[in-house]
């Protein structure tokens, strides 16, 4: 917003600069048309509004996000894990597999996020396939706490223990229907493509890969994602139809920070890749 200000603003001056260079040029007193200068001062005014109520708007709703979450949250898995929920699991289970299975189902789905390593030990130990999501807390947390009307976030260990805590305030976040916004998106992805030598391939087999292949034109927000770690997870566990719905999250993700994604394919769907063409949802492609 801050850039179509600047825009705006300098188009209005360069306009009204035009006019003032027509009138001395032609040996005829001039003054800037009445209609040309309100309508320029208007069209400013109206961007500045729109700018400043967005602003006000997204911070409220960020004010409001800390406030609806304010409580305080334990680990999720071993609390809907516990014996006193297992029957829920296997009825739910058993709708879905039927009886003879739902032990089993039960068993798979919940060593499917109990794992206890995590970061390099996990590279280590899943080298061969297989392997389990660690969803715990980490370096001893064992609550964390949201507090809407200090703005704090904190956390502490099994004895009561603070170990952080936070203040947040709302910073903003740069819409990909401006310049600067496009580039921020795609910087990360260029870093991580960086990042991402043979060495690290060869070391993290499974891992994302990206490219900039079909770019349409000469500084594109555009990439490729041609091996998604989670795809092939979930045709590995045999639920590749769930795949779409994940796929569905960037489009969601994108609309709200104002931007059209043009996608062509998935390999979810059976694509070669998945295309991230992204534009301002007020911009032609």
């Not at 390099?120 to 660690?134: L, Q």
């Not at 795609?186 to 490219?211: G, H, I, L, N, R």
């Amino acid at each position: 917003m801050r850039l179509m200000k600047r825009i705006l603003s300098a188009a209005a001056v360069l306009a009204l600069s035009a006019s003032l260079l027509v009138g001395c040029s032609s040996g005829t007193a001039s003054s800037v048309p009445v209609s040309a200068s309100s309508a320029a001062e208007s069209t400013v005014s109206s961007v500045e509004e729109t700018a400043s109520s967005a602003v006000d708007e997204n911070e409220a709703a960020a004010a409001q996000l800390l406030n609806d979450l304010t409580g305080s949250y334990q680990e999720l898995w071993p609390v809907i894990l516990a014996d006193e929920y297992k029957q829920t699991w296997l009825d739910d289970c058993t709708a879905l597999v039927g009886e003879d299975n739902a032990e089993a189902a039960f068993e798979k789905l919940s060593s499917m996020v109990t794992g206890d390593v995590y970061g390099e030990d996990a590279v280590k130990a899943y080298a061969n396939g297989g392997g389990a999501y660690f969803c715990g807390f980490t370096n001893s947390l064992a609550t964390l706490t949201f507090d809407g009307e200090t703005s704090t976030i904190s956390g502490t260990d099994k004895d009561g223990n603070v170990l952080f805590f936070h203040t947040y305030h709302y910073i903003g976040m740069e819409p990909v229907h401006t310049d600067k916004g496009k580039a921020e998106n795609k910087k990360s992805v260029v870093k991580y493509a960086k990042w991402y030598t043979p060495e690290k391939e060869a070391k993290y087999p499974t891992s994302f890969k990206v490219d900039f292949i079909g770019q349409p034109y000469e500084g594109a927000c555009y990439y490729r994602i041609t091996r998604c770690p989670i795809c092939s997870y979930a045709r590995n566990l045999g639920v590749s139809e769930l795949m779409p719905l994940f796929c569905e999250l960037d489009e969601v993700m994108i609309t709200l920070q104002h931007g059209v994604l043009h996608r062509k394919q998935t390999l979810a769907n059976g694509g070669e890749y998945c295309d991230y063409f992204i534009t301002g949802d007020k911009e032609r492609p």
